[in-house]
């Protein structure tokens, strides 16, 4: 298997990218493939010791792109006019069947716009969504979906999200039936918007997932469910406003624990659990965002992702190809025609 | 000024709402009357050591209703059919004018229809909202509308969130020109949905606000506006997983810090940091949430309230009626519907 890995993308590119894959790499049978400016590849491949034939360093090479889609770059435009970006020709690889999967920190909007011109959809998949982990403390994280591809949604692409997060935790996650949840802002049947009274008579339609019915953001954190459903405005909130509230708690408790001696002495006996806690919130942890739903398999990284949270990216999402994923996301769908028609 | 409270309605009612008023009285000087079970409130009032005439303990009367309308009611059923609930009699007051602010931590479906069929919407106003304060760490609060009333908007009721919101901080909570700022999935001009779009252009047109524009929601605990307007599923999601993750937080820490002797030892000299952090996040010193759009002044308690809790929401709910911030609204609708206007 051949993994893409953009080297040019996010706020760390290159260096944190290629001392990611390179740490990868010893990790892993599979072949990485950096993608973006040959030179500067190279010489960060130099400044992390690797060398090309040293068996116990894996297969790592590159392949020249001139050019980079910036984070400031209109997604569509870019990817339009930069054709020999990074992450345009990254997505080609897979596409022409160069590669097996594609890994970028770059432009979110970008990678999207370009995974489905280049791509497709899925046949029968209306909207691809991006999958988030959602961490829950002291438990396994969840899967957030959709994370913010699709503001505006219909019934129908909530049930694509159930039915792919579903199939994603289970191939990728190794989650054995995975319990789905409705985000929504009561517990009880019928309640709810349009969107999500609709929305939750679909998914309860479905004979491929575990939906255990509404769920409200309350109990998202203290893991109510495995994949959580909701549209990628709420999506986008659920996922900000975590990262938000706990870095606004850490921040606090910083402040606390080193008010006056007493507090100080109390922080220093309780350092190592500190570092625990801030494990809990730890991003770099748990890989990418798939692209559920593209024909293809891509990976957002976190922009700001570090040497750590590459390397996981990389090795947690080869399941993503070896697994199947698009494949059996493709032979879904076919229950989705049926509950959408049913309901016109 | 008389106040008026719902005896019967919460988890802790009687005992809680009783004890709360009986400790408000003696600091203000205006007249609370109790509505509910008379029996079971003169009881209450009694065990409280409430002496009619005593001065020191404030005016406290009773007024009888006997019925309750309880939290599992469908709320529009229940305020047709439970016509002498304390509730309803409550409101009902209210209208004849024999109480000035109602308060009530029932059934909150319940409140808002009693109100509105009751007591109607203020003129212009299209849809009411609760407003419910939102904690900021080492902050000043936020105001938060909409927290749950109408989990559907159209733009023109997001202008009149931002309005009635900017309205109640400044004459309620004492906060001059707060920053008014729209939840969006981007802070960029032009970002988010058919929804918040048209909504920002709209209050970029108010000249009664201090519109700050879209903030996200990683921002939103961090304080970065005052007012936070959404509509009210999206608001409800905000409320609801902020409390779920601070009291996932608030587990998580009392279980590291009771892990081992070491961890003991530094966790009993941080225990006043540790309850200074808790009320960073204890609801019951903030008051209750204002149905802002109602003609006439209605407050919800949170369910749970405890007796301080009921003694903050009266203290804290004075100003409502007293600065006239229904009437002040009514004033401010003839901008909203010449924006409204411009629109079309």
């Known amino acids: 298997m051949k993994i893409i890995v953009d080297g040019m993308g996010g706020d760390n590119a290159p260096q944190a990218v ?60 870019a990817v339009r006019t930069k054709k020999d970006s990074s992450m345009v020709r990254g997505i080609r690889m897979v596409k022409e069947g160069e590669g097996d999967l594609f890994i970028s920190a770059g432009n979110t909007g970008a990678l ?61 996650l190794g989650r054995k039936n995975p319990r789905v949840g409705l985000v929504n802002n009561g517990t009880e049947e019928g309640k709810g918007t349009t969107l999500t009274k609709a929305a939750h008579e679909m998914l309860e339609k479905s004979s491929q997932i575990n939906f255990v019915g509404n769920v409200e953001a309350r109990e998202v954190p203290h893991g109510v469910c495995d994949i959580i459903v909701c549209d990628g405005f709420v999506g986008n909130a659920i996922l900000k406003l975590t990262e938000g509230f706990a870095l606004a708690v850490l921040k606090l408790l910083k402040q606390k624990f080193t008010e006056g001696t007493r507090a100080k002495a109390g922080a220093l006996l309780l350092k190592n659990k500190m570092y625990e806690l801030k494990g809990e919130f730890d991003y770099s942890e748990y890989g990418g965002a798939p692209f559920l739903g593209v024909r293809g398999s891509v990976i957002k990284m976190h922009g700001s992702s570090n040497a750590n949270a590459v390397k996981n990216t990389i090795l947690k999402g080869i399941p993503y190809a070896e697994n199947r994923v698009v494949e059996t996301i493709e032979s879904a769908v076919l229950e989705i025609e049926e509950i959408v028609n049913s309901e016109d």
Chains 1, 2 share one sequence.
């Open 112 to 172: 999207m716009a370009g995974s489905l011109f280049n791509l497709g959809r899925i046949p029968g998949i209306d909207r691809p969504a991006i999958a988030c982990i959602y961490p829950i403390m002291t438990q396994e994280p969840a899967l957030l979906v959709d994370a913010g591809a699709n503001a505006e949604c219909k019934p129908n692409n909530l049930l694509e999200f159930g039915i792919m997060g579903s199939i994603y935790m289970e191939r990728v």
């Open 18 to 77: 290629v001392q990611g894959a390179v740490e990868a790499a010893k990790l892993i049978e599979h072949e990485i493939v950096l993608v973006g400016d040959e030179q500067k590849l190279q010489e960060e491949l130099a400044a992390n010791g690797y060398q090309v034939n040293d068996p116990k360093q894996g297969k790592i090479s590159v392949v020249h792109a001139s050019e980079v889609i910036l984070n400031e770059d209109s997604p569509v435009k």
